[in-house]
């Protein structure tokens, strides 16, 4: 069975920047997308970025602000999700999830927390 596995959260001071990982394991992973998601303790949860597994294409909401980056490592069934110059409301539990061909979640990981300091 698939399984996804967040890694590098943490405590951070806001401006500095964060690359948090997604590790993939099963015997067969190739799904369609894969996507970044965080959810604030009394917030809804909140599509940071997604990407589609095949050829990289990526997609971010309009509220992206440009300082988040989803990329892959197809080889090594990977996803990061770069964080650059965060804030303390980007404050959260961040999940990767797979994403099948509606976009929506299949398959969650754990769940990685990231606090920002101010």
């Known amino acids: 069975q698939e399984q996804l596995v967040e890694s590098g959260g943490g405590l951070v001071q806001a401006g500095e920047s964060l690359t948090l990982a997604c590790a993939a394991s099963g015997r067969t992973f190739s799904p369609y997308g894969m996507g970044w998601i965080r959810q604030a303790t009394g917030k809804e949860r909140e599509v940071l970025a997604a990407i589609r597994w095949t050829d990289g294409r990526t997609y971010y909401p309009r509220s992206n602000e440009g300082r988040f980056t989803i990329s892959k490592d197809n080889a090594k069934n990977m996803v990061y999700l770069q964080m650059n110059v965060v804030k303390p409301e980007d404050t959260a539990v961040y999940y990767c999830?797979?994403?099948?061909?509606?976009?929506?979640?299949?398959?969650w990981g754990q769940g990685t927390q990231v606090t920002v300091s101010s």
């Open positions: 999830a797979s994403l099948g061909t509606d976009w929506q979640p299949q398959i």
